[in-house]
């Protein structure tokens, strides 16, 4: 049975789904988007999710469609008509159709609105348990990494490099350090426990889930450094992770072939994302 997905303002089935091939976010990835968590048919960090769309569309001067309470009944609908107990829901804006130019056009140019499901495991994963292998790569892309855009090509590029290196994700790197990885921000923690963590700046994602375990830190009462950390730190340090909505808490075990720690999650990897799972379960909308 196909998907039920939203296509401005329509729920209609994925293969009836349709936009124009002049829209904005198919020809110059004029778009922003968001993902947000299900579970237990409920959303997590669904307000801060939406306050992040709020700000990438207001950095980019585009309009928001709908309202906030709008897109909270179009998730719960979608996973109403898609029976999704746990997953994930993708939100898509762009700026609307309208011919081909590098200016914007008119402001009264509707906004392009998608939304659909995908159905897979969050809580519970074998990666979360066995942990991943990371490589590195020179960090290409543009330099509003603080804008969540569809500009997402650089990223899939590294990806696809990870795979070929045998590894599952890639981890970038400026001149200052590691910034994030493809999809998620990066953790290493020290043999003192401390968490080191990039600072924000337009230099990385502000990651929703990122917010949330750093408050899961906080209540631990553990160490954290919001700064820059360099390769060679990482590949010395007893526990790596990275936070994402699609990963919550992920732990890292390997780093272009270095072994991190034991090789395995380590227990404070383990205790933030027992805890973070529990507080989105308690606290999903």
Request: negative net charge; glycine residues 6%; contains cysteine.
């Amino acid at each position: 049975m196909s998907r039920t997905v939203f296509v401005n303002g329509e729920y209609v089935a994925e293969e009836q789904a349709h936009i124009s091939v002049f829209d904005r976010g198919f020809l110059f990835a004029d778009a922003v988007y968001e993902v947000t968590a299900v579970l237990n048919r409920k959303l997590v960090d669904f307000t801060q999710h939406m306050e992040r769309l709020d700000r990438s569309l207001s950095e980019l001067a585009m309009a928001q469609p709908v309202s906030t309470d709008e897109l909270r009944a179009i998730h719960h609908e979608l996973i109403a008509r898609n029976d999704v107990d746990e997953g994930l829901i993708y939100l898509q804006i762009s700026r609307g159709a309208a011919d081909r130019d590098f200016a914007f056009p008119d402001e009264d140019t509707e906004p392009t609105l998608v939304l659909f499901t995908q159905v897979r495991a969050v809580a519970d994963t074998p990666a979360a348990r066995t942990g991943i292998r990371v490589i590195t790569v020179p960090d290409k892309r543009w330099g509003r990494r603080d804008i969540k855009t569809v500009q997402l090509l650089y990223p899939s590029l590294a990806k696809m490099e990870a795979k070929r290196a045998g590894a599952d994700d890639a981890w970038m790197v400026d001149e200052q350090g590691i910034t994030e990885g493809t999809s998620n921000n990066a953790y290493i923690v020290l043999a003192d426990g401390r968490i080191i963590t990039r600072q924000l700046s337009h230099d990385i994602l502000p990651g929703i889930t990122r917010r949330s375990v750093l408050r899961c830190v906080n209540d631990m009462q553990l160490t954290l450094e919001e700064r820059a950390f360099s390769l060679d730190e990482a590949r010395s340090a007893t526990e790596a992770f990275f936070t994402s909505a699609t990963g919550f808490v992920m732990p890292v075990v390997e780093i272009d072939g270095h072994t991190i720690g034991h090789g395995k999650p380590g227990p404070i990897t383990n205790r933030l994302r027992e805890i973070y799972i529990q507080d989105a379960r308690d606290n999903a909308e």
